[in-house]
């Protein structure tokens, strides 16, 4: 029997594949639902903390400068950050809190000479300044991981449409689709694969028609 003359023949090389080919659909399946998991508690999570800084937030707003208002205690002072600061884990401060115990009208922004007052109006301003940004910075970590989620979601219909891993394309490493490409182009394995240093080769030739 006369030998097929070769008119073309190459070399596929890859990693070795991480998984067998018939648990890869049911571990990516797994994989996939668990991140989707991680996300989901991280949005809760973090959806918990924006609703805590836009109440806090609205707070903070109802203090004007400009205007006109009754100083507080210590005792007032204290009840009202409590109220606040467990939950947005910010450092905030009231600034109607005066030192001197007798009640007294000021205007807020205005010199009042009280030290603690004074210094809570400062804090005030800054922690009005770091709710704003932790706010935005929510509002865009919350986006980011929604899309994941629907990333996610796309990805896993990949797999929930086809569980044959022997049909569905998508479970098959890049070394295994090369093999596959060329066989639909007339090229036929040489032996099998063999290995070396991780690296999988598979020779494959085209024979004359």
């Known amino acids: 029997m006369k030998n097929k003359k070769i008119v073309d023949y190459i070399v596929v090389n890859g990693g070795i594949p991480e998984e067998n080919l018939l648990v890869r659909i049911k571990n990516k399946i797994s994989e996939i639902n668990k991140e989707k998991y991680n996300n989901t508690r991280e949005i809760n999570h973090k959806t918990e903390i924006l609703k805590n800084h836009n109440e806090l937030l609205k707070e903070l707003n109802k203090f004007e400068i400009g205007k006109e208002y009754k100083s507080i205690d210590y005792n007032e002072k204290a009840e009202w950050e409590n109220k606040f600061s467990d939950k947005s884990k910010i450092k905030i401060a009231n600034p109607l809190y ?3 115990k007798v009640e007294k009208s000021f205007v807020l922004g205005e010199r009042t000479y009280d030290f603690a007052q004074e210094a809570a109006f400062k804090i005030f301003k800054k922690s009005t300044t770091n709710i704003k940004e932790k706010i935005s910075n929510l509002e865009y970590a919350l986006g980011t991981k929604t899309r994941e ?19 569905n ?28 240093r991780d690296i999988s080769y598979q020779a494959m030739v085209k024979y004359e028609a």
């Open 169 to 196: 394309s998508i479970v098959k490493e890049i070394f295994e689709k090369q093999v596959l490409e060329l066989v639909k182009m007339g090229y036929e394995p040489l032996g099998g694969v063999s290995v070396s």
């Open 149 to 167: 989620i629907k990333e996610l979601d796309e990805e896993l219909k990949k797999y929930e449409s086809d569980l044959n891993p022997t049909t």
């Open 98 to 100: 005066f030192n001197d």
